[in-house]
């Protein structure tokens, strides 16, 4: 089986009520992954693919989205689950097999404007590279 990830989004932009309450759950996902904050400044922070800014003056709605982070193995799954959780995140479906493909593993927790964010195994594979390099 073989599995192309990366080809589809440039970015992700979330909107959130509370900057700082999002940046605490994110960036603890993130230390468990190994990914810092690339930047950070009064109205926004994004690390990678992802960029969190506050919802537009005037709106009265954050973001709805599913967002899934690949884990290396199961341990780390549990890593990020834990992390969320312990930064304010809500559980929304415990560390475990999913029944999508087999070896699919993973965990769901709502950040804290509600987005379901999961942590996510696809079981033991091999990568062509630890990450896609864009040169210009």
């Known amino acids: 089986m073989e599995f192309h990830r990366g080809r589809m989004f440039d970015h992700v932009h979330l909107r959130t009520r509370d900057l700082e309450a999002s940046r605490r759950f994110y960036q603890a996902i993130l230390g468990v992954l190994g990914i810092p904050i690339g930047a950070h400044g009064p109205g926004h922070f994004f690390a990678d693919e992802l960029f969190v800014s506050p919802v537009d003056p ?28 312990a930064a304010g995140g809500k559980d929304n479906g415990a560390p475990g097999e999913r ?3 087999p070896g699919y593993y993973a965990a769901f927790m709502l950040d804290p404007d509600g987005n379901n964010i999961e942590a996510v195994f696809h079981g033991p594979s091999k990568r062509s590279a630890d990450s896609v390099v864009v040169t210009a």
């Open 99 to 101: 029944p999508y493909h």
């Open 58 to 85: 005037g709106a009265t709605k954050s973001s709805s989205v599913h967002l899934a982070f690949q884990a290396k193995d199961r341990d780390t799954v549990h890593r990020i689950y834990e992390a969320a959780l």
